[in-house]
């Protein structure tokens, strides 16, 4: 005879009801460790609008209510630090991802930087989000203005470059600007891609397959040496079967043929490398050298090849650009911080700037950075200037942009709303802004114009971490982000000389 269960089962329930009612009742600071709050009714209780800021707040009195999206967090020392300047780092694991992550050590920060004068920019112009000016002469994108008016007689076009991290990952947002600025100024070709990818299909500007490739990240393999490096932290390495291939694409603009394509590298060994486009095939003999080494082929090209006999070469990447108008590189790594930039020489990034000119770099960081619980990033800000100013010595004829992060959001009582956490550090990204002299854009401000991340998530626009863009949300932030561009070149006039590609690097040039 089968035995009735329900009687028992009943009590279960209701002695659970009971414990959690009680559990509801309970401050996370009753007891002694820190709790996540609990509360049973949540979806019904009507909860008072947000804060428009929070940007006094400090991290004591902040309520523990955050979700945890960073699943991981491991202490490693540095060891390419020197005995003064060796410390701990914190690696945290992605949110979206759970790969390693770089930043320096992210704790409650009680220590503040010294006051400093109060700058005004303005932040709004009707609905658009205004670039801020904080540089010294308050004179707008001086350089990247010149090489916009002068890009007739330029000579090469007028370049951007936008490090970030796995916000704009596959050249999520970066796709539709390059898209929109070349609709505009003209160009064509997808600028920086690296030799290789782990996800190649993640990409939608531009089709890539490579093979034989063995990628190293200086961050998590501290063995390897950020002296090979230009701006990306990872540095692939062929083996002598690896090559890659790239090809245009007809689903983004502009995308789908380019007219010249140069490669980068730093050669320890002699070497060939082999390069075939649609019209031609090229055989290199490659020098040993501690410089970078640039192969330009002026061809017009919807796809090309290119084959390293030596494992004994970094490659630095491959651009695919048009020979004026405007291009749009995406340098991101999965994880990053962007604190150690400074930690890559001068002399290599100069390298780099000599072949390939930049007028306008924006950082897209803070992603990484950001602690939910934590609100005061006066430590991160401080690094973030010493990364800055080491830019600025590299590339003294580039104008600089902090790109703040854009909007995160996280249950708060059945509300999904912006982590408290994202305005302390979008204010300390302004005030590096401030301190550095130079420019800044509030990303977050712009998303929430657009209805924020749980709109974006609403309409597909990002993914339902509330943290990460979709490629469809790449296209109206882009549009936000390009209109507040074109207002501060329309709107600031300051003369500058556009610098043009250097004849010091040691290149090899094919001529049509």
């Given at each position: 005879m089968n035995k009735n269960y329900l009687t028992q089962v009943a009590i279960l329930f209701l002695l659970t009801i009971g414990i959690l009612l009680g559990l509801s009742t309970l401050k996370s600071t009753d007891i002694s460790f820190t709790t996540k709050e609990i509360d049973l009714l949540s979806s019904l209780r009507e909860e008072p609008a947000a804060d428009e800021r929070h940007e006094n707040e400090t991290v004591e009195e902040l309520e523990e209510e955050e979700e945890d999206t960073f699943n991981e967090t491991i202490v490693v020392t540095d060891s390419t630090s020197t005995p003064e300047e060796k410390k701990d780092v914190v690696f945290m694991t992605d949110?979206?991802?759970?790969?390693?992550?770089?930043?320096?050590?992210?704790?409650?920060?009680?220590?503040?930087?010294?006051?400093?004068?109060?700058?005004?920019?303005?932040?709004?112009?009707?609905?658009?989000?205004?670039?801020?000016?904080?540089?010294?002469?308050?004179?707008?994108?001086?350089?990247?203005?010149?090489?916009?008016?002068?890009?007739?007689?330029?000579?090469?076009?007028?370049?951007?470059?936008?490090?970030?991290?796995?916000?704009?990952?596959?050249?999520?947002?970066?796709?539709?600007?390059?898209?929109?600025?070349?609709?505009?100024?003209?160009?064509?070709?997808?600028?920086?891609?690296?030799?290789?990818?782990?996800?190649?299909?993640?990409?939608?500007?531009?089709?890539?397959?490579?093979?034989?490739?063995?990628?190293?990240?200086?961050?998590?393999?501290?063995?390897?040496?950020?002296?090979?490096?230009?701006?990306?932290?990872?540095?692939?390495?062929?083996?002598?079967?690896?090559?890659?291939?790239?090809?245009?694409?007809?689903?983004?603009?502009?995308?789908?043929?380019?007219?010249?394509?140069?490669?980068?590298?730093?050669?320890?060994?002699?070497?060939?490398?082999?390069?075939?486009?649609?019209?031609?095939?090229?055989?290199?003999?490659?020098?040993?050298?501690?410089?970078?080494?640039?192969?330009?082929?002026?061809?017009?090209?919807?796809?090309?090849?290119?084959?390293?006999?030596?494992?004994?070469?970094?490659?630095?990447?491959?651009?695919?650009?048009?020979?004026?108008?405007?291009?749009?590189?995406?340098?991101?790594?999965?994880?990053?911080?962007?604190?150690?930039?400074?930690?890559?020489?001068?002399?290599?990034?100069?390298?780099?700037?000599?072949?390939?000119?930049?007028?306008?770099?924006?950082?897209?960081?803070?992603?990484?950075?950001?602690?939910?619980?934590?609100?005061d990033y006066s430590k991160y800000q401080a690094q973030l200037v010493k990364a800055i100013t080491h830019l600025k010595a590299a590339f003294p004829n580039s104008d600089i942009l902090i790109m703040s992060i854009g909007d995160r959001s996280q249950n708060i009582k059945g509300t999904m709303q912006t982590m408290k956490a994202v305005y302390g550090l979008c204010k300390s990204q302004r005030n590096a802004a401030i301190e550095a002299q130079c420019h800044f854009w509030d990303c977050c401000e712009a998303m929430k114009t657009l209805g924020g991340m749980p709109l974006f998530v609403k309409n597909r626009w990002a993914h339902k971490d509330y943290t990460h863009l979709s490629h469809a949300g790449g296209r109206p932030l882009a549009e936000e982000f390009v209109k507040a561009l074109r207002y501060a070149l329309e709107n600031r006039n300051a003369p500058a000389a556009p610098q043009t590609e250097s004849e010091t690097q040691t290149e090899t040039t094919i001529n049509e």
């Open positions: 949110s979206i991802t759970g790969t390693i992550a770089d930043t320096a050590a992210i704790e409650e920060v009680t220590d503040t930087l010294p006051a400093r004068p109060e700058i005004n920019a303005p932040r709004k112009a009707g609905d658009i989000t205004l670039i801020e000016d904080y540089t010294a002469a308050q004179t707008g994108l001086r350089f990247f203005r010149a090489a916009i008016n002068g890009r007739g007689t330029l000579q090469r076009p007028v370049r951007i470059a936008v490090l970030g991290d796995s916000f704009i990952e596959a050249d999520i947002l970066t796709q539709d600007i390059r898209q929109q600025l070349q609709d505009i100024y003209g160009g064509c070709g997808v600028g920086y891609v690296s030799m290789h990818s782990d996800f190649p299909g993640f990409r939608h500007s531009v089709s890539q397959y490579s093979s034989g490739w063995d990628t190293h990240n200086v961050i998590s393999e501290p063995q390897y040496s950020f002296t090979s490096l230009p701006l990306q932290l990872h540095r692939p390495q062929a083996e002598a079967t690896a090559f890659t291939r790239f090809k245009g694409v007809n689903k983004v603009r502009h995308a789908d043929s380019w007219e010249v394509s140069k490669i980068g590298f730093v050669a320890k060994a002699k070497s060939v490398i082999s390069v075939k486009t649609d019209s031609a095939r090229h055989k290199f003999d490659v020098a040993p050298d501690d410089n970078a080494q640039f192969i330009t082929i002026p061809e017009h090209t919807h796809s090309i090849e290119i084959r390293c006999s030596q494992p004994d070469i970094a490659f630095w990447g491959t651009w695919l650009d048009g020979t004026a108008g405007i291009a749009v590189d995406n340098i991101s790594m999965r994880g990053y911080s962007g604190t150690t930039l400074h930690r890559i020489p001068i002399e290599r990034m100069k390298q780099l700037n000599e072949a390939i000119p930049y007028d306008l770099i924006i950082l897209q960081f803070g992603l990484n950075s950001m602690v939910p619980s934590i609100t």
